[in-house]
């Protein structure tokens, strides 16, 4: 079976930071491009960032700069890491594996 879980959401202070985790089982993380969307109620979906099989980076505009999307190889782990949050970061965080697989979601409440 084929799983990914994410963890590391809670809730933090406006210009605070967290690190999500996306953990894979079933797949092998160093062949698979990795991605991480956000999601809040009644609003469309938010590309985030992704890393390549390869190790690219890419990341949406909503990131401005301020946050990192690394692997971890060794533990089948991809990080996301978050700095300056905004209370608009606000929302579901999912992490997407080869296009077609989806974790569970961890939630990011910034407060102002």
């Known amino acids: 079976q084929v799983q990914l879980v994410e963890s590391g959401g809670g809730l933090v202070e406006a210009g605070g930071s967290l690190r999500l985790s996306c953990v894979g089982s079933?797949?092998?993380?160093?062949?698979?491009?990795v991605a991480w969307f956000r999601r809040s109620p009644g609003k469309q979906s938010e590309w985030v960032a992704t890393?390549?099989?390869?190790?690219?980076?890419r990341y949406g505009d909503v990131a401005k700069g301020r946050f990192t999307i690394t692997r971890e190889n060794s533990k089948n782990t991809v990080y996301l890491q978050m700095n300056s949050l905004e209370p608009e970061d606000t929302a579901v965080y999912y992490c997407?594996?080869?296009?077609?697989?989806w974790g569970q979601g961890t939630q990011v409440t910034v407060s102002s």
């Open positions: 997407n594996a080869a296009y077609t697989i």
């Open positions: 079933g797949i092998i993380f160093s062949g698979s491009r």
């Open positions: 890393i390549t099989a390869e190790g690219d980076t």
